[in-house]
């Protein structure tokens, strides 16, 4: 109904996973380049794992649409199965019709693995794809794990990849199934999207569906990212009935109300919704008391009561964005989806939106530029970052952050509070961090050229000039390679070597943490912490 309202040509918040509708975020885009990864290497098991709507179902029917002509696809929906029917499912997938109608075990698998044998002679490859995997009990997952054995003398013969909740993760961390968790050879875990995300994700959507023109306020996006907390089917659910509210009552665009309204409808009584109506009722309260400067009483969310001091005036902060999450791996073969890409993750980017700059933040930064041996006055975090970039320096904002996490940074960063700003760490033992996790940022410095993650396939002249020299200096026996500026299996192999020799993931892949240690073992002067220039 209100499609030719507003123009569009069709539905821009269908929930159905239409790949043409996904959003390249730099996280999905990462997600994608591991799944192409797993695909690349010999067989074995894959993860996509993220919460309920992020959008893992999307992204496997994204990479299905280019995975390479060679693989055959098994897809099974149904995780809630047993061994036998399991085993079933995948060599009707197959078209396994050598089965007699009561096939035991044993001859599933064994006519399975003459089909695998037979396809991998005619140069063909097996995905099975198995979604809500958080389903499957401990004894399915052994007997896939021991499907993975299937193989030749040169060759495993089965890609495996699992998609589901983060339950799975939780499940792979059994002892009894460590021996399935050792054999993953790519995972990626889905997060919700950032706050300044959501705009971008609300555009995108509505352009794949015609729309000519802003339709949603940036009231409406600020109203969806506090209901949704970024999570893409929520925001799918609750834009969609914020158009038809907006239709029914003959508007041009969709603002604030019309999101509220829309979330009420579609959430119902959430425990967000409930966080809500308390803020509310504590912004009421802090209307009548302000100026007064008197000692009063809340509830905390838990219902305890917490004793506050109100000064004169009193600023109520925006919701800041949601915790982010680094994935463990460096990412994989990157390779770009068929829409814009999003900016990548680590570039310059403000702690604050504000245009005038936080003397305690300026202050700390520019004691973070010094540790770089650049000298700076007082600005925005904006203004320093871009300062830090014409030095080759690269921000870094990371939420969230453990003292391990910082610890395997291993650089010297800042603690940034909206209570407190910004305070410089660079002696981890000897800091006074009031608490983790915290919110950080850090500089680093990436070689000349270098703009994102960097895997096989792809082609970098400046950035493997200054990559071969640095691993011959590190590694023992490295070959003299003729690259070409590609980045070659034999490099990726050689880069795979030092990130096992470092503790790092051995994913191949040149990313921020490889190049980061790459960097201390070099000769360049590079600040790490508690002991100054290494």
């Known amino acids: 109904m209100f499609q030719r309202h507003f123009g569009l040509e069709r539905d821009p918040f269908s929930i ?71 085993l079933a499912s995948i060599c009707q997938e197959l078209d396994v019709t050598q089965l007699g109608a009561d096939a035991g075990h044993r001859e599933m698998v064994d006519q399975l693995y003459r089909n695998l044998l037979q396809a ?28 993975t054995n299937l193989e030749t003398n040169t060759a495993k013969l089965l890609h ?69 907390r970024g999570i893409p089917r929520k925001i799918n659910l609750v834009a969609e009935c914020a158009l038809m509210g907006a239709y029914a009552g003959d508007l041009d665009q969709v603002g604030r109300k019309q999101v509220r309204q829309a979330a009420r409808e579609v ?102 530029l010094a540790q770089w041996s650049v000298e700076a006055a007082a600005g925005s975090v904006t203004e320093l970052c871009r300062l830090a970039a014409a030095h080759q320096l690269r921000c870094v904002e990371l939420a969230g952050q453990t003292e391990a996490d910082a610890l395997r940074l291993n650089r010297p960063f800042l603690v940034v509070s909206s209570a407190d700003g910004a305070s410089l760490v660079k002696d981890i033992s000897a800091a006074q961090v009031s608490s983790w996790p915290a919110d950080i940022l850090f500089l680093w410095r990436p070689p000349v050229g270098y703009d994102s993650y960097i895997a096989t396939g792809d082609r970098n002249s400046a950035v493997l000039s200054w990559l071969m020299p640095q691993l011959a200096s590190v590694l023992q026996d490295v070959p003299n390679l003729i690259t070409g500026g590609h980045y070659s299996q034999p490099v990726a192999e050689l880069v795979a070597d030092f990130q096992q020799r470092e503790g790092l993931l051995a994913d191949g892949v040149l990313g921020r943490n490889t190049l980061m240690r790459l960097n201390e073992l070099s000769d360049e002067p590079v600040p790490t912490l508690g002991g100054g220039d290494n």
């Open 16 to 86: 159905s996973p239409d790949p043409a509708f996904l959003y390249p975020s730099e996280q999905h885009r990462q997600a994608l380049a591991h799944l192409k990864y797993g695909l690349q290497r010999e067989g074995g098991f894959i993860l996509l794992t993220g919460e309920v709507g992020t959008g893992k179902t999307t992204l496997t029917r994204l990479l299905l649409e280019q995975a390479p002509a060679n693989f055959r696809i098994a897809y099974i929906l149904n995780a809630r199965l047993g061994v036998e029917d399991l």
């Open 120 to 147: 991998h002679e005619q140069g063909r490859r097996t995905l099975v794809v198995i979604e809500e995997a958080q389903n499957l009990s401990a004894e399915v997952l052994e007997t896939l794990r021991l499907l």
């Open 160 to 228: 495996i990849l699992l998609v589901g909740q983060p339950e799975l993760l939780e499940t792979l961390k059994q002892p009894s199934l460590r021996q399935l968790d050792q054999r993953v050879i790519s995972r990626h875990h889905l997060q919700p999207l950032r706050a300044v995300e959501v705009g971008s994700y609300v555009v995108h959507r509505m352009k794949a569906a015609g729309s000519a023109r802003t339709i949603f306020k940036s009231s409406a996006i600020h109203e969806l990212w506090s209901q949704s």
């Open 267 to 368: 959430l119902g009584d959430t425990p967000r919704a409930k966080a809500g109506m308390l803020s509310a009722l504590r912004l009421a309260s802090l209307t009548l008391l302000i100026g007064v400067g008197v000692c009063y009483l809340v509830l905390a969310p838990d219902g305890q009561q917490v004793s506050q001091q109100l000064a004169p005036a009193v600023s109520v902060p925006e919701p800041q964005a949601p915790v982010i999450e680094e994935i463990p791996a460096e990412s994989a073969a990157r390779q770009p989806l068929p829409v814009q890409p999003a900016p990548v993750a680590d570039s310059p980017q403000p702690l604050a939106a504000a245009p005038h700059a936080d003397p305690r933040q300026s202050s700390a930064f520019s004691q973070l």
